[in-house]
């Protein structure tokens, strides 16, 4: 229900305005030295910037509170706990029986009268937060095996970054507040974002993620697919609305005359000359650079007044959404992006016996 991964299991729990929200990592490997500053840098880079995210401040502290003896992991269950401080849960109750268009309150509320509706609950974007550091961890145990994992905004809006981009490009991102690779596109992309906040709206954008140094082979048949397990991690980031990997959609229009990417040698190695495929065939990874993108809609909660219900008197009624929230996911959502990407390629070369150690 609220765990993910077969050999490498994340177990999520908590709500937005809960006193604390954390998971429990399972699977990972003792003698794993822990660095917390690079755990607090991938947390960092989850926080909203001024302007173009949400208010809400949270430190964002992490705790492990068991599986790690001395900064090194000792092979148990690794339980992660983060405080919630700066939380307004009045903003929220009326959203009970008068539920948000877009957001998870109507479903929620049916299937579970008790549902903690105070920020969204346990539907909340905040509980992102302990997936950034499990996902810290599993990148950990990536670069032992020499995994590389980045990701970047692609775009936002109607801004769109049209350049092929490699890992390198992932990495300077971390410079800027919208995750694009360069100072001009984020210039325009946070203007983008500002533009729509300042009247009312939100707006949504696609993250590009790559994966470099994956050896050929990672990936179970049928069901247990590399894509298809992807698919299912980046499908428990909420706000996330479609997955593509390679030259998906443009595939569909295409011949397989472009499209098939030629084999070619290096010494004895087996590459291909393009990479259309987006780095998986038959459902496991070629060796070639995974290269997949998410496209997240605009946040539900906009400040422009909407149609919803009302499920206590059953009228129809008009909403204006109060309290605080990111205009735009995207930027955010990047650090989500990477870490459940490090914690689904960790499990899946667990699960085909590929880690060494
Ligand atoms: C990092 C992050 C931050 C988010 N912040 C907000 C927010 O401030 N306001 C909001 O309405 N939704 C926000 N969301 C999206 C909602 O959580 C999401 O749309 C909602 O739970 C419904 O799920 P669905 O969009 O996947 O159907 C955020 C999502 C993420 C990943």
């Not at 690079?38 to 909203?48: F, G, H, K, Q, V």
């Not at 995974?290 to 909407?306: E, M």
Request: proline share 5%.
């Amino acid at each position: 229900m609220n765990t993910v991964g077969n050999d490498i299991r994340i177990t999520l729990w908590g709500s937005s305005h809960g006193s604390h929200i954390g998971c429990v990592l399972e699977g990972v490997r003792g003698g794993l030295e822990l660095d917390t500053g690079r755990i607090a840098a991938e947390m960092s880079l989850r926080r909203p910037s001024p302007g173009i995210g949400t208010p809400r401040r949270e430190d964002d502290e992490v705790l492990f509170l068991s599986g790690v003896t001395e900064g090194i992991t000792n092979g148990d269950p690794i339980s992660i706990m983060i405080a919630n401080k700066d939380t307004r849960s009045k903003d929220y109750e009326q959203f009970r029986h008068r539920p948000r268009p877009g957001h998870a309150d109507l479903t929620a509320i049916i299937r579970n009268p008790n549902h903690d509706i105070r920020g969204g609950g346990m539907f909340s974007g905040r509980m992102t937060a302990p997936l950034v550091a499990a996902g810290a961890v599993c990148r950990l145990g990536l670069e032992e095996q020499g995994v590389d994992v980045g990701a970047f905004t692609r775009g936002i809006g109607d801004v769109s970054d049209p350049q092929q981009r490699v890992l390198d490009d992932c990495r300077d991102s971390r410079s800027f507040d919208s995750r694009a690779c360069n100072k001009e596109l984020d210039e325009r992309m946070v203007k983008a974002i500002m533009s729509a906040s300042s009247e009312g709206d939100s707006l949504g954008g696609v993250v590009e993620c790559q994966v470099e140094n994956l050896p050929i082979g990672v990936g179970e048949p049928w069901f247990d697919t590399l894509d298809g397990e992807l698919a299912k991690n980046m499908f428990s980031i909420p706000a996330m609305r479609a997955f593509e990997i390679g030259d998906g959609i443009l595939s569909s229009r295409s011949r397989g005359s472009v499209m098939n990417d030629p084999f070619s040698l290096t010494g004895n190695e087996v590459f291909t000359t393009t990479n259309h495929h987006g780095g998986v065939l038959g459902g496991r990874s070629s060796g070639m650079p995974l290269v997949f993108r998410c496209f997240f809609k605009p946040t539900p909660s906009i400040s422009k007044v909407q149609s919803t219900v009302d499920l206590e008197s059953m009228k129809n009624v008009q909403l204006k959404i109060e309290g605080r929230h990111d205009p735009c996911i995207v930027p955010r959502a990047v650090a989500v992006v990477e870490a459940m990407t490090c914690h689904c390629i960790y499990d899946m070369m667990s699960r085909g016996g590929f880690l060494e150690n």
